[in-house]
């Protein structure tokens, strides 16, 4: 097992990996920005490093300073939670060859899951349901054209290298579809420096189901059932349940064993979450992989029971899993709470925190780094808070994620805390009757600021 591991993150999830850690007898190392030394992921931790300065290229993307962060504390295992540099083959790579274990997938695995044309035909050939459209990049317009009629319209642009909605154009026609590819290309080589797009086919009233994963170093893999994440605004995730409200047993299991043979075509080692597009037919289809930590893990591990950063940091140190597939016995669903307002267009809210009282009570479950009088820097995501609810049925935990959100008080900057209140009170979301396009129509006016 490891002796000491040092977080290339920050916020909630580098606290939540230094108190695994903790249990688990394991020194830790933060590291943080000049915006982030009052946060508390710095002081819980055993000791701290200083990367740089605000901007993330200078501090968390900052690969030389975490590299030489990890050596002058004698680190030998870095864990890089999710986002910034968690599916970054390079930095896999670079730890690897300085004798630091990257908890996370090789430099392999993350190549071959992060481009999502390669990951598709990967999939594919390991007997995972795709969704129908190119094989591989479009070369032109003309292409891509001839293709859309092959499929039939709707469809849908993704740049290969794309994340968070980023490099997407939906196509209904020829006449658009010009625009929808020079839209795509300029804002794919903007974000993520490489402007190569494929097509697929747009799979119309969807929900977004991900199956969460674990691969050992000797082959095995197994799945811990499903997340549903399908309400969503412009492509960010805003609420998450497990299991989903739309899944029956007969589809769970057949998701469940596409995404094992998916891992296992590929020999996964770690934790990471293949993401499916399921129609209003049941249908179901490979989507993206992620080769990491999921902001939305907490579901999972509430409503079996399980602490996936602690098999996550015991498969990286070679500790074979089970095999077994675990499915839930209870119900958990996780509001995001971001520093955004939400009767203003989502618009960012930094700055001080002046009063805090966070939630609690029985299957309640709140994951955070902030605090009364910390101040949220603009420089990163406004993601504060995750405010779990667990119980025996969905209706009890929307019940019960009423009472805490209505008990979670945040002053000095605004929050999406009225926004989940109104949700919890949306008869279509009660009744499970949502896709991911729902938030689309939906009378933001309900809201209370």
Known sequence: MFKKILIANRGEIALRIIRTCKEMGIKTVAVYSTADKESLHVRFADEAVCIGPAPSAQSYLNIPNLIAAAEITNADAIHPGYGFLSE?????????????????????????????????????????????????????????????????????????????????????????????????????????GNDGLYLEKFVEEPRHIEIQLVGDQDGRACHLSERDCSIQRRHQKLIEEAPSPFITDKLREAMGKAAVAGAKSIGYEGVGTIEFLVDKNKDFYFMEM????????????????????????????????????????????????????????????????????????????????????????????????????????????????????????????????????????????????????????????????
């Open 88 to 192: 970054n083959a390079e930095f896999s790579r670079i730890c690897h060859e300085n004798g630091i274990k990257f908890i996370g997938a090789s430099p392999a695995m993350i190549n071959a899951m992060g481009d999502k044309a390669s990951a598709k035909a990967t999939m594919k050939k390991a007997g995972v349901p795709t969704i129908p459209g190119s094989d591989g990049l479009l070369d032109s317009v003309e292409q891509g054209i001839k293709l859309a009629n092959k499929v039939k319209y709707p469809v849908i642009l993704k740049a290969t290298a794309g994340g968070g909605g980023r490099g997407m154009r939906i196509v209904r026609n020829d006449d658009e579809f010009q625009k929808a590819w020079n839209d795509a290309k300029a804002e794919s080589k903007a974000a993520f």
């Open 290 to 449: 992620n080769t990491r930590i999921q902001v939305e893990h907490p579901v999972t591990e509430e409503v079996i029971n399980y602490d996936l950063i602690k098999e996550q940091i015991k498969v990286a140190a070679g500790i074979p899993i089970s095999g077994k597939n675990y499915y839930p016995d209870m119900h958990a669903i996780e509001c995001r709470i971001n520093a955004e307002d939400p009767t203003n267009g989502f618009r960012p809210s930094p700055g001080k925190i002046t009063t805090l009282h966070i939630p609690g009570g029985h299957g309640i479950r709140v994951d955070t780094h902030v605090y009364a009088g910390y101040t949220i820097p603009p420089n990163y995501d406004s993601m504060i808070a995750k405010l779990i609810s667990v119980a025996q049925t969905r209706e009890e935990a929307i019940v019960k994620m009423k009472r805490a959100l209505s008990e979670f008080v945040v002053e000095g900057v605004k929050t999406t805390i009225p926004f989940h209140l109104a949700m919890m009170d949306d008869e279509n979301f009660k009744a499970g009757n949502f896709t991911t396009s729902y938030l689309d129509t939906w009378d933001f006016s309900q809201v209370k600021a």
